[in-house]
């Protein structure tokens, strides 16, 4: 068995590194086409994705010497250090050099990419050269890297490894919950729609901090409420309990929430994995729904934008109720960009420069006419599929009032109850 299949997902990545672990055992083959080694791999991406983690599998699978570079010691000792392991590698050689979080060997940002440690590496990779010593290495921010580095001839494969895909995730989700002691309670379907998949660390640590809080509640297995709350403090930065706030309070948030959700599910059925009406960090305005990343096409979004203040200006007298104004600015921003960007001003690589240039006072004024004129048709839409859907939107406010937080299936329930009117194609 493979030891790639330690890793979830990332196939095309996974089918690159076992190339070079094939080279590394069948040199002959390659070398009789006229193939050479590559001189070093880098992994890049964010945090907690499994590069490391991936460059250790490659590691196991070439079974070869292998010296490892991590950035622990001052800084005139880890340049001794980074020669003395490309020294040792080269004396070993078959090897190995791993050099984990390269981007940390020195402490400096993108205008100083010329640090010691940095020119240190590029020398040892240099010296290394047709001496059977291959390079690996990870790094989170490659911006703080210098081009010299990062440039064929040192790092031949320089390969971008993306957060997990839905699929993977999924995937990826199953594996960390084998060892875990469920529920019946716990449905699957839901865990996965309400998740987002920014790395596989954080799916990790969810299901860990579930457990963590069954286990201080002396349960016997971990229930859906556990890893519902893990989800929301750790995704969400959402404390435990709904903030104190008055009735009438509540059910406007209620309602806000209600008006993204329901525009958000009749344009995408489905695309609303969890809303809760709790508050969110710092914000004492509550609220928030978690959608899947096919509702970003822009018209769509401006709508989901505006659904809250339409919502809760239909039910409260507020022209602009608490928390509407940042979803009035995203959609406001949304609307600009779509005109710069489709050229509908006519002015669009003016407006691209805009940090570069300064419009004249008709053209910024001829451009936020249109803005406005854009903004009061998408309110309107957004107006007509909440009347056109009121029954929705009152039963899924209700039932945040009742339960603060909804899942995937509970919206499924609420929208297959109700007659959808389809407002927008």
Not at 61 to 78: A, H, M, P, Q, V
Not at 112 to 133: L, P, T, W
Not at 190 to 211: F, G, V
């Amino acid at each position: 068995m493979s030891t790639f299949e330690k890793v979830i997902g990332y196939d095309s990545i996974k089918n690159e590194l076992m190339q070079i672990c094939d080279m590394v055992h069948n040199k002959e083959r390659y070398e009789a086409l006229g193939a050479r080694m590559p001189n070093g791999v880098l992994l890049h991406g964010a945090p907690g994705i499994g590069k490391t983690l991936m460059a250790k599998c490659f590691i196991e699978e070439c079974k070869i010497n292998t010296y490892t570079l991590r950035s622990n010691k001052g800084t005139d000792k880890f340049v001794d250090e980074i020669t003395e392991v490309f020294e040792k590698a080269k004396k070993n050689s078959p090897s190995i050099i791993f050099l984990d979080d390269m981007d940390k060997f020195a402490n400096d940002d993108e205008a100083h990419r010329d640090a010691k440690e940095y020119v240190a590496v590029q020398a040892g990779i240099d010296s290394v050269k047709e001496c059977d010593v291959f390079v690996i290495a990870t790094t989170n921010d490659i911006c703080k890297l210098p081009p010299s580095l990062t440039r064929s001839g040192r790092f031949d494969r320089v390969i971008y490894m993306r957060p997990p895909t839905k699929t993977d995730a999924i995937e990826i989700i199953r594996h960390y919950l084998e060892n875990k002691k469920l529920s019946n309670s716990v449905n699957f379907d839901d865990l996965c729609k309400m998740m987002s998949y920014h790395s596989c660390a954080d799916l990790e640590t969810i299901i860990n901090e579930a457990a963590i809080r069954a286990g201080f509640r002396q349960k016997n297995s971990i229930e859906m409420e556990d890893l519902i709350a893990a989800v929301l403090r750790l995704q969400y930065n959402s404390p435990d309990d709904l903030m104190q706030k008055e009735k009438d309070e509540i059910r406007k948030v209620a309602f806000h929430e209600a008006g993204h959700l329901v525009v958000s599910e009749v344009i995408m059925p489905g695309c609303i994995g969890l809303a809760s009406i709790r508050t969110r960090g710092r914000s004492n305005t509550g609220g928030f729904i978690h959608k899947c990343k096919e509702l970003e096409r822009r018209p769509h979004n401006i709508m989901v934008a505006l659904g809250g203040k339409v919502a809760t200006e239909l039910y409260y007298s507020e022209a602009c109720a608490s928390g509407c104004y940042s979803d009035l600015d995203r959609a406001v921003t949304l609307i600009r960009d779509g005109l710069t960007e489709s050229g509908t001003n006519g002015v669009s690589f003016l407006e691209f420069g805009e940090s570069f240039y300064n419009l004249s006072d008709r053209t910024f004024d001829n451009r936020e006419a249109v803005v406005h004129a854009e903004l009061e048709r998408y309110i309107f839409q957004t107006r007509n599929i909440l009347l056109q859907n009121k029954e929705f939107l009152e039963k899924v406010a209700d039932a945040l009032v009742e339960k603060e937080t909804l899942l995937f299936s509970d919206i499924k329930a609420i929208r297959e109850s109700v007659t959808i009117t389809k407002c927008v194609e």
